[in-house]
């Protein structure tokens, strides 16, 4: 049974700075994509990043990019997101996923059906 369990999550001052960890298990993590979606009050679910079994590759969405960053630890079975220069309008739940189906690849998960495996998510909230 896959888990993912997401922390680092907390309320920050515009311009401030957050980094979440998102630990797996049950699974074999070194192998597979995975990424981070959002959650805003009142809308869907947003992507936010993805990257490759390898970390070759790493995708971002429009509104974070050259903010957030992020990366993985294989040997932590972990997924991180560093998330800089934040803004009230990031406020939401963080999600983290794996993308089983891109296991092995070099393309980078971005699309919400690409994921399969989803944590709990951990609340980010922006003040301003």
């Known amino acids: 049974q896959v888990q993912l369990v997401e922390s680092g999550g907390g309320l920050v001052q515009a311009g401030g700075s957050l980094r979440l960890a998102c630990a797996a298990s049950?699974?074999?993590?070194?192998?597979?994509?995975m990424g981070w979606f959002r959650r805003a009050p009142g809308k869907e679910r947003e992507f936010v990043s993805g990257?490759?079994?390898?970390?070759?590759?790493?995708r971002y969405g429009d509104a974070v990019k050259g903010r957030f960053t992020i990366s993985r630890d294989n040997d932590k079975a972990t997924v991180y997101l560093q998330m800089t220069n934040l803004k009230p309008e990031d406020t939401g739940v963080y999600y983290c996923?794996?993308?089983?189906?891109?296991?092995?690849?070099?393309?980078?998960?971005?699309?919400?059906?690409?994921?399969?495996?989803w944590g709990q998510g951990t609340q980010v909230t922006v003040s301003s």
């Open positions: 049950g699974l074999t993590f070194s192998n597979v994509g």
């Open positions: 990257i490759t079994w390898s970390s070759q590759d790493v």
């Open positions: 996923a794996t993308a089983t189906s891109f296991r092995g690849s070099y393309i980078a998960p971005t699309k919400e059906y690409e994921f399969d495996n």
